[in-house]
């Protein structure tokens, strides 16, 4: 049974950055494809940020992209999420996400339901 922990949340601003970090626990992160997502308060689930599983491919929103960094360390069986110059329309709770079924260079999904493990999420607020 894999455990997804992410952490690094909090209040940030206008302008600042944030890592948020998702350590797994039970189960080797090599072996996943992984994601980012968010969820504001009264709007739905939306995509941030996906790795592959090899590390060579990333996808972003487009209202991330460039300011935010998807990365891993498969030795520490983590997956990190730069944020970056951060806008207070990023408050959301973020919560990581494995895709237990992507070869190694497969591009990574960004739909939510093809994600198979989930962490609880940690909250980022950006104030202005």
């Known amino acids: 049974q894999v455990q997804l922990v992410e952490s690094g949340g909090g209040l940030g601003q206008a302008g600042g950055s944030l890592r948020l970090s998702c350590a797994a626990s039970?189960?080797?992160?090599?072996?996943?494809?992984m994601g980012w997502f968010r969820q504001a308060p009264g709007k739905e689930r939306e995509f941030v940020a996906g790795i592959s599983r090899s590390g060579i491919s990333t996808r972003y929103a487009a209202s991330v992209k460039d300011r935010f960094s998807i990365s891993r360390d498969n030795a520490k069986n983590t997956v990190y999420l730069q944020m970056n110059s951060l806008k207070p329309e990023d408050t959301a709770v973020y919560s990581c996400a494995a895709d237990w079924s992507r070869t190694l260079y497969d591009l990574p999904r960004t739909t939510a339901s093809d994600f198979d493990s989930w962490g609880q999420g940690t909250q980022v607020t950006v104030s202005s």
């Open positions: 039970g189960r080797a992160l090599r072996n996943a494809a």
